[in-house]
Structure formats: structure tokens, C-alpha cells
């Protein structure tokens, strides 16, 4: 069986129990798209750690935006929300770098009338993929006017604030803004959200986590030993082979293999059931 068949089969497997298990799942208590958006942001920032610390922190982000994320965003008064979420805590990111990114995505708002209209000011729909696009959108949000929250007239040089919007001029590989990216620009499927009309998918990239990086070097979609932007683009171009207008569909089967299916490449039980086993060396090594 070749490898595009067994991509495209675990595609059609995603499942609704994958999604609950996703922070994906935070953008789909909201039907309006305008909330869905903003959600993203907000869900694909703390979206790095273990899944269920991250799905801790977001139910404590949420629980305080209340019905509509966009309402609360427009109206959002960083002292105020220093008192809200004075006492958040996600790993090292703190209630400060929060209300620095709510402060951020008001002002995107006010800016440009979205958050797709702001990133695609810097955006070359010419590219091939969105290297250039993430360059400039995080650097566009880091040099918004951030006094309010931090005082002074830039984001202090101790704060994590920035950690929430890396770019690839640094080498990152920028796994939750290009989850982000996915999650509003892939079609709507029932998984992403189809929200943006500015990109193409084929300009995506791929998330890299920990689970993308090991299971695509199974594959050997990727020869890469640091999971950095050239590895993101080099699992992109490998799965673009497959589908040259939507590469990265395939990133949420791919990573849920790890995160709900517990595939961590070393238990032989895990690999007897698993949807690449035919394809994949490492469930031939746990076998023998």
C-alpha cells in the first residue's frame, strides 16, 4: 500500500473524540465566524505543553471572555483585565503576556476590521508558501503600541510576551501560529474552520510539533533532526507530493497518532493497531 492511500485513509478517520481532545475544539463552541477567529488566536497561542494542561488553560481563558470572544476583545481595557486574569499562569507565560494578546488582537481589529485583514497586509499571495507573510505579521503585532499593559514604550526585555509570536527569520518553527493558520484557512471539514479567504491552503505550512516530528521522520517525510523551520518546510514540500493544493490536511491525523492514539514510537501493542503500520519502519522494529 503506498503512502498517499494510507495519508488519505487516516484523513477520512478523524473523528469527533480527536477534536475534544484538540484546542482546536475552543473555536467550535462559537457559530459566529467573527468569534471563531479570534478564539483561534487565543486557543493556537498556549497551545504548547501537555494537552491536558493546555486544555486546563483554555477553559480558564474562556471562562472569562464570556458568550462572544470578538465583543470582549473590542471592548477590552488592559486594566481590567490585569484584574481578571491577574493570577494566570501557563508554564511560563503569565496573566500580563495574556492581556498583551488580547490588547494586540483589539488593536488588530481596530486596525484593519479582522485579524485576516491585519496579517494580510504582509502577505504575497505569489509566494510559494507563508515564510515571508509570518515574518511580517509577527512583527507587525510585536511593534503595536503595548503601553497600557507594560507601560514604558516597548515590551520589556524580560517578558515572554513575544514567545506567543515567533517568526521564522529566527529559525522557529512557529508551530502554533502555523496551527493558527491551518485551523482558519484549511476549508471548513468538520476539524478546521475555513474562515480565511486570503491564503490558499497550498501556501500552508506545516505545525511541527514533537509528535509531527517524529512520526514524519518514520516516514521519512523529513531527514531533519531539529524540528525548525526548514523542517516544516521540508515535511510540507514532502507532503505536497500527495497534494499539491492542500498539504497540510493531513497534519491533524498525523499528529493525533501521538497525542490520542499514544503512539510515542516504543510500544509494540500501539503499533499492532496503528493506521500507518503498513507503511511506517518503526512498527516493523517494535515487531521484531
Known amino acids: 500500500m503506498n503512502i498517499k492511500t494510507v495519508l488519505d485513509r487516516l ?20 457559530a459566529d465566524p467573527a468569534d471563531r477567529e479570534v478564539a483561534a488566536v487565543l486557543a493556537s497561542a498556549f497551545a504548547y505543553g501537555g494537552i491536558k494542561v493546555i486544555l486546563r488553560t483554555l477553559e480558564t481563558i474562556f471562562a472569562g471572555l464570556g458568550p462572544s470572544p470578538r465583543r470582549f476583545v473590542e471592548r477590552f481595557d488592559p486594566r481590567q483585565g490585569l484584574l481578571i486574569f491577574g493570577g494566570f499562569k501557563h508554564r511560563f507565560n503569565d496573566g500580563r503576556d495574556l492581556v498583551a494578546l488580547l490588547w494586540a ?10 485579524i485576516e485583514a491585519f496579517f494580510l497586509r504582509g502577505h504575497d499571495p505569489r509566494a510559494e508558501d507563508l515564510t515571508g507573510s509570518l515574518n511580517g505579521y509577527t512583527a507587525s503585532v510585536l511593534a503595536l503600541d503595548y503601553r497600557p499593559v507594560f507601560g514604558g514604550g516597548k515590551v520589556p526585555d524580560h517578558s515572554y510576551f513575544p514567545f506567543l509570536f515567533p517568526a521564522p527569520a529566527s529559525g522557529s518553527a512557529c508551530k502554533r501560529l502555523c496551527m493558527f493558520l491551518r485551523w482558519v ?4 471539514d468538520g476539524i478546521d474552520l475555513g474562515l480565511w479567504r486570503g491564503i490558499t491552503p ?30 516544516a518546510r521540508e515535511i510540507t514540500a514532502a507532503l505536497r507530493r500527495f497534494d499539491p493544493a492542500d498539504p497540510v490536511k493531513y497534519d491533524f491525523s498525523l499528529a493525533h497518532l501521538g497525542i490520542s492514539e ?9 503499533c499492532l493497531t496503528c493506521p500507518i503500520a503498513g507503511i511506517c519502519p518503526q512498527s516493523g522494529a517494535n515487531a521484531g
Open 11 to 30: 484523513y477520512a478517520a478523524r473523528s469527533p473524540i480527536h477534536l475534544a481532545n484538540d484546542p482546536l475544539s475552543f473555536c467550535h463552541r462559537f
Open 105 to 114: 488582537v483589539r488593536l488588530m481589529i481596530e486596525q484593519a476590521g479582522s
Open 262 to 270: 499514544k503512539c510515542d514510537g516504543t510500544d509494540p501493542a500501539t
Open 202 to 231: 497550498a501556501q500552508l505550512v506545516i505545525p511541527v510539533d514533537t509528535h509531527i516530528q517524529r512520526i514524519c521522520g518514520y516516514l521519512g517525510l523529513t531527514g531533519r533532526k531539529s524540528a525548525d523551520w526548514r523542517m
Open 185 to 188: 484557512v484549511r476549508p471548513a
